[in-house]
């Protein structure tokens, strides 16, 4: 999958240090993967909700973080939207990010 941005990884990560390992972690697997549909993104990571509009939220660090994406199945593509506490995820209405 080609993941658009790497850059909101690095800026979180330089917030909030103790995700970098875990955010890294997610960026190689999602970045070695050739999902099709949300049953292989289950099968990566199984801690992962479909929230409608194309948009997934992973659990990152044990549920400490959340990773909110855009997956496009056919081009292969990821688009990070935003990563955030857990705290702040309830926040959002994760359909419009």
């Known amino acids: 999958m080609r993941i658009i941005t790497f850059r909101r990884i690095i ?5 909030y240090a103790d ?3 875990a955010l ?5 697997k999602t970045q070695r993967a ?6 292989d993104v289950r099968r990566s990571f199984n801690i992962v909700d479909a ?6 939220v992973f659990n990152i660090k044990g549920n400490s973080y959340r990773l909110i994406a855009i997956i496009l199945f ?4 990821v688009y990070i939207r935003q990563i955030c506490t857990h705290a702040d995820y ?3 209405d994760c ?3």
């Open 11 to 15: 800026e979180f990560s330089e917030k």
């Open 19 to 21: 995700s970098d390992v």
């Open 24 to 28: 890294r972690e997610w960026y190689c």
């Open 34 to 39: 050739n999902w099709e549909c949300f049953a």
């Open 51 to 56: 929230v409608g509009n194309n948009r997934f």
């Open 74 to 77: 056919k081009t292969k593509m």
């Open 90 to 92: 309830e926040k959002y």
């Open 95 to 97: 359909s419009k990010i």
